[in-house]
């Protein structure tokens, strides 16, 4: 009898060993997974580089580098989940950042302008959307004749010229710290939009006709999604938070000019694509984007330290966005033919 207990327990830890090793392997073998380990490598590597590197002061002013671009990833993936593109983003930046520098030289106040800005970014939003959806123009072609004209607005107004005179509250947005902390405002500020968007994309009817209509918006339409409004709505609303991250960025460094924000569309991109959104939509999550926003930003970071240059962070950054497309590919294979092979010893 005691024989027979003890083979039931041997046996059951055998079990539970097996359960721990196939959620180890499953965790690793997730995108998630993968970037929270190449995140670990790299503060280790860079912990043991340079001891400034894990300062918490220089850690939390490291995010006033990335966290607008952070924000502006998030209305992304809602874009990119559904199997669409806008590359305008960066260019709606500097047409909001254009109405506000220009609303500021005629007097407005603060909260004037950051309406100004958000208001400008839906318009401009709205404006894609129009043709998208109503016209059945590809997003691609739309948003990229759109990026040309409303940075070029900008351009052709203020030329070589720069708006300067904000007020001075208005530089809290940008610069300013939670009160009592050395917290930044834009980190608790991207964190709350991130929880709020993550809220929508896993626990609403939303977020799930979002993962429909990326996966066939054909069966989507079929099972009543309305696949216009949402898409209608996705791009609003990247322009709207295109418009909020013109308040946050033009705050930050005090002035408009017109190449500012720059090649933004490619960064918040590549952030989505490397946290596991798939370019075709219809796969991803709000975990993953939030891993690959502190890899590269921190990457990034760390790089300056060490006195990288510009182009190797470019180089790094490209690499990591080609692993991003690759290894789930490569990842999905192997699983699929693990399932296979189980299927076949049974």
Request: proline share 2%.
């Amino acid at each position: 009898m005691d024989t027979n207990k003890t083979l039931a327990n041997e046996s059951r830890l055998v079990e539970e060993n097996k359960g721990l090793k196939n959620k180890i392997i499953a965790l690793v073998t997730r995108w998630e997974g993968v970037l929270a380990l190449i995140l670990i490598a790299m503060v280790i590597l860079f912990s043991n580089i340079t001891p400034y590197f894990l300062d918490y002061f220089n850690l939390m002013n490291a995010t006033f580098t990335f966290m607008e671009k952070a924000v502006l990833a998030l209305p992304m993936i809602f874009i990119i989940m559904c199997g669409d593109i806008d590359i305008s983003v960066a260019a709606i930046i500097a047409l909001s950042s254009f109405a506000m520098g220009f609303a500021s030289s005629m007097g407005v106040d603060t909260g004037g302008l950051i309406i100004i800005g958000i208001l400008t970014g839906a318009l401009a939003g709205a404006f894609n959307a129009l043709f998208i959806i109503r016209f059945r123009i590809p997003a691609i072609a739309v948003t990229l004749a759109s990026l040309s004209m409303f940075r070029g607005v900008s351009q052709a107004i203020l030329g070589d010229q720069a708006y300067t005179q904000y007020p001075a509250s208005f530089s809290y947005f940008g610069q300013g710290y939670i009160p009592g902390t050395i917290i930044p405002f834009e980190l608790v500020f991207f964190l709350i939009l991130a929880a709020g968007f993550a809220y929508v994309l896993h626990f609403t009817t939303y977020g799930r006709k979002l993962y429909a209509i990326g996966n066939s918006a054909t069966a989507a339409k079929f099972s009543g999604v309305d696949v216009d409004r949402i898409r209608f709505t996705n791009f609003v609303l990247n322009g709207v938070f295109a418009g909020v991250v013109a308040v946050l960025l033009t705050s930050r460094i005090g002035s408009t000019r017109p190449n500012i924000a720059m090649g933004w569309e490619l960064e918040a991109i590549t952030l989505v694509v490397l946290g596991g959104v798939s370019i075709s939509g219809g796969k991803g999550n709000i975990v993953g984007v939030l891993l690959s926003v502190f890899l590269i930003g921190y990457l990034k970071f760390g790089m300056g330290l060490i006195n990288m240059s510009a182009k190797i962070m470019i180089i790094t950054t490209g690499f990591l966005l080609i692993l991003a497309v690759l290894l789930p590919v490569i990842m999905d294979n192997v699983k699929k033919q693990n399932k296979l092979k189980a299927q076949r010893r049974a």
